[in-house]
């Protein structure tokens, strides 16, 4: 198992920024990829961005530009640094961990709440 702790959420107006952290736990030596989703009020939750061990990252089309994945792997530690957020960033940002190989599912952190005021 892999428990995933996030810092960093809060209120911030539009045009602004926000740096999110997660630390990692427990079966650290099975993680593979470590990245972050949100989920909106009503909305279904949807990725954001991801990081492999070898630091390849990918990022939904709506905050490339703007947001930045990054990992330590010796701190067992996966940040993303927001910037220039929108009203339409507001959601729960989850960490997630995934571990492998075979694959051994998903790990997820309790949620940090991201809110940005227009």
């Known amino acids: 198992q892999v428990q995933l702790v996030e810092s960093g959420g809060g209120l911030v107006s539009a045009g602004g920024s926000l740096r999110l952290s997660c630390a990692a736990s427990?079966?650290?030596?099975?993680?593979?990829?470590m990245g972050w989703d949100r989920q909106a009020p009503g909305k279904q939750r949807e990725l954001v961005a991801g990081?492999?061990?070898?630091?390849?990252?990918n990022y939904a089309d709506s905050v490339k530009g703007r947001f930045t994945i990054s990992r330590n792997n010796a701190k067992n530690t996966v940040s993303l640094q927001m910037n220039s957020l929108q009203p339409e960033d507001t959601a729960v940002y989850y960490c997630?961990?995934?571990?492998?190989?075979?694959?051994?599912?998903?790990?997820w952190g309790q949620g940090t709440q991201v809110t940005v005021s227009s």
């Open positions: 997630y961990a995934d571990r492998g190989p075979p694959s051994l599912g998903r790990s």
């Open positions: 427990g079966s650290i030596s099975t993680i593979r990829v």
């Open positions: 990081i492999g061990s070898g630091g390849a990252t």
